[in-house]
């Protein structure tokens, strides 16, 4: 069409990481933010001349990464509570049905001004220590802190010595 300027189609999941991706920038202090406050920001930001309807179920479900595959299986968010998302680090937890789908845009797929976000993920934000992660597992972070009680007597000796008297 005469008069129109050709916009590159940007992926409804690239969009729902752009909005999410400046929400983090312009809020640097939240660690997360609702599905409405990420479909507000991808209106404010207009990366498509239109709001698509898939903006919301993305940034709801399949776009995720904690959330089982519904159909799409991105790796861009992580639900933390609720109704609310975060970007997606590497090393949170996700569902294995989504292993190896993308947890960030295409740099190519991407409208020029917003490759800029892409630098700050990798370099900021990816490194950022996981503040709402998995938490490590009690009996496991035993593992070996009962060693030094038997370091000089074998295993067995140990059990029977503090089995003396029992009966």
Known sequence: MAGTVDRPQVKVA???WIATALLHRE?????DFTVAEIVER?????????LRPGVYV??????????????????MLVKTTGNRRRLYRPG???????AGARARPDRTGLPSKYRGLLDWYEATYAKHPRQQGPKKDALLGLR???RRLWEDEPADQYVVRLRQGWE
């Open 27 to 31: 809020h640097p202090s939240r660690e």
């Open 92 to 98: 949170d937890i996700y569902d294995p049905r989504r």
């Open 42 to 50: 991808a209106r404010k930001e207009a990366v498509s001349p239109v």
């Open 14 to 16: 690239d969009e729902v």
């Open 144 to 146: 070996g802190s009962g």
């Open 58 to 75: 993305h940034a709801a479900q399949h776009c995720v990464a904690n959330l089982p595959p519904n159909p799409g299986r991105w790796r």
